[in-house]
């Protein structure tokens, strides 16, 4: 998926002009790594101002993205925070599918966790292919140098990958091509510091007003839309670990040995424009099939994009044909996935849901 973005190519329509040379996926081999699942969680420690974080590129290059170039505004909230960006060697390279080798992109990502100066790791944008990269992590290096890791869309495989095979918390948040939206990101990026700066608790409250339009081409052109608050679809409490992003993504890894164990869990799921009310029905009813039913505690579903066409009776429609769910709580609009604000979501760490009446609770904690 696109992550920020909804139409594909939404960044520009120009064709890149030349490739580059990395070792070709033949001359590969599968990483070696933990051979199953595992489920203790292990809580990176939170970033402080001081420390670098590193920018990948796993799925979509950098040029893509800096054909709107907001780069500038970026470092300068990083700056802000106290946090020092540095640059994978590869996040610029782009070949025909707006990516690079996966030999460059697992290089990049290997590099970012073996280097004890980078105490995080963000991602450019998301794709199409970080799922390319899974047969050649290596899952033991990860899991000896925990850090702080951050993207959604097409990171989503990245992020399950992870804690399936070293139980690392990640975080289903901004790229940092999202860092480069000028106005209206105060509660982006205040969600994005409580999560992985601060050891607290982060209650999350409904927006007030949301965007979803394409700020990186014409950042004056923006309207903000009244937020009508977080739908509750059916009411309860309960508490688990957070499984899930996006829905389509995660999906991808149905019977592969990336996809983590849904236990005491709830679901966080959300998807783009790409996708209309059906094809979320079928998808969630997917995963919802794939998984122990009697393990999902809650179900959390991210705003959805204008051009999907979902509404709220729609949306409580798929959700009466889910059986998976009957019982459980379930709350939708959640300011989470590929509109704006997003909140940042510690996939791996817990979350309490309260839903009742109009009114809906959202606790998330990474430790």
């Known amino acids: 998926m696109v992550g920020s973005i909804g139409p594909a190519r939404a960044y520009g329509q120009r064709r890149p002009t030349c490739r580059t040379g990395h070792a070709s996926p033949s001359t590969l081999r599968p990483a070696r790594g933990h051979a199953d699942r595992v489920r203790a969680p292990i809580v990176p420690a939170r970033l402080r101002a001081g420390n670098e974080v590193r920018v990948v590129a796993p799925s979509r290059s950098r040029s893509m993205v800096t054909e709107f170039d907001h780069t500038a505004l970026v470092e300068e909230r990083f700056r802000a925070m106290g ?48 799922n390319e990269l899974l047969p050649h992590l290596d899952w033991d290096l990860i899991a000896r140098n925990p850090k702080v890791f951050c993207g959604y869309s097409d990171i989503t495989v990245l992020q399950a990958a992870m804690l399936a095979r070293t139980g690392l918390i990640t975080y ?44 990186f081409m014409d950042q004056d052109a923006r309207s903000p839309m009244p937020n009508d608050g977080w739908w509750v679809l059916r009411p309860g409490e309960a508490e688990g670990a957070i499984v899930g992003g996006n829905l389509c993504t995660v999906n ?116």
């Open 83 to 130: 946090l020092t960006l540095t640059y994978g060697r590869h996040v610029d390279e782009r070949d025909a599918f707006d990516s690079t080798s996966i030999a460059a992109r697992v290089e990049d990502l290997h590099d970012a966790f073996a280097d004890p100066a980078v105490a995080g790791i963000l991602t450019v944008i998301g794709g199409y292919n970080a």
């Open 172 to 215: 289903s948040g901004p790229h940092w091509s999202s860092f480069g939206m000028r106005d209206h990101f105060e509660p982006t990026m205040e969600w994005f510091r409580r999560a992985v700066m601060t050891d607290e608790p982060v209650d999350l409250e409904p927006a007030t007003e949301w965007t979803d339009d394409l700020w």
């Open 252 to 367: 991808l890894l149905q019977g592969t040995a990336w996809m983590p164990d849904v236990e005491d869990a709830v679901l966080f799921v959300e998807d783009s424009a790409l996708h209309d009310p059906p094809t979320v029905a079928r998808d969630l009813t997917s995963l919802l099939q794939a998984v122990d039913p009697l393990q999902v505690r809650a179900l959390v579903i991210g705003r959805f994009q204008r051009a999907t066409g979902m509404t709220r009776e729609l949306l409580e429609e798929i959700v009466r044909r889910q059986p998976f769910v009957a019982g459980v709580p379930v709350i939708a609009n959640v300011d989470f996935g590929h509109t704006s604000p997003q909140a940042t979501i510690p996939i791996g760490g817990r979350a309490s849901v309260s839903a009742g009446g109009a009114t809906a609770r959202l606790t998330l904690r990474s430790t």
